[in-house]
């Protein structure tokens, strides 16, 4: 739908992708509810326990779709990634080539019209982004929210169709633009980093949702 409003070539890639794998990995962190991300010149590393002694994983590393794909990946990730600081390497150590994917990211400059007539879109077909923020689901939802609460206005389709991506619009391409212009395996030198918790991108996004500030407005 979107190659037929739009056409082809609106999607770009991103300038990473992931190496992930959900695998049964015993260390300490598997059997806890604590949740890691690492992050260094060679690129970033996530740890979240999955349950029942799984452990998702993965590395988002320098990519583009030009880029030979290694032959071995893990034996890769091993050499770019085993130095670093525990519990890395014992992951490392104890991951499966067989549970390993690998998925390069994508987005697209979010447009002001999504749609024509009683057509539009939502989610990641009107503003696909990379995973960096965990943006893609949550803005899928407000997407959905906001559509709703404008068809129940009742009245013209295509002019309710028309509201709903203008009050959209601003939101979600500030969102897709800190998603695309800030992955994780940027490297951020400490004293900077320290000045600007992640907390501070939490409050920063909650000021752009659509649902969150038409509660508390």
């Known amino acids: 739908m979107r190659r037929q409003l739009w056409g082809e070539d609106v999607v770009r890639t991103a300038t990473f992708g992931t190496w992930q794998a959900l695998s049964p990995i015993d260390i300490d962190l598997t059997h806890t509810h604590?949740?890691?991300m690492i992050t260094g010149k060679e690129?970033?590393?996530g740890l979240i326990p999955g349950g029942d002694g799984l452990l998702q994983w993965w590395f988002d590393v320098r990519w583009s779709p030009s880029d030979p794909r290694p032959t071995a990946p893990l034996?890769?990730?091993r050499r770019r990634f085993g130095h670093w600081a525990s519990p890395v390497p014992e992951v490392l150590a104890a991951a499966r080539e067989e549970d390993l994917g690998f998925f390069g990211h994508h987005w697209n400059r979010v447009r002001p019209v999504w749609g024509q007539g009683r057509v539009t879109l939502i989610g990641d077909a009107a503003h696909t982004m990379p995973p960096t923020?965990?943006?893609g689901a949550n803005q899928t939802l407000e997407d959905?929210?906001?559509l709703g609460r404008e068809l129940a206005k009742g009245g013209d389709l295509?002019?309710?169709l028309r509201a709903y991506e203008k009050d959209r619009y601003p939101k979600v391409s500030l969102?897709?633009?800190l998603a695309r212009r800030s992955p994780a395996n940027w490297r951020i030198p400490p004293a900077i980093g320290r000045l600007f918790?992640?907390?501070s991108q939490t409050t920063m996004l909650s000021r752009f949702s659509n649902r969150l500030t038409a509660v508390t407005g």
């Open 158 to 160: 295509p002019v309710r």
């Open 197 to 199: 918790p992640e907390s």
């Open 175 to 177: 969102v897709s633009q």
């Open 133 to 135: 923020l965990g943006q």
């Open 34 to 36: 604590l949740h890691l």
């Open 75 to 77: 034996a890769e990730l």
């Open 43 to 45: 690129g970033a590393c």
């Open 144 to 146: 959905v929210w906001v």
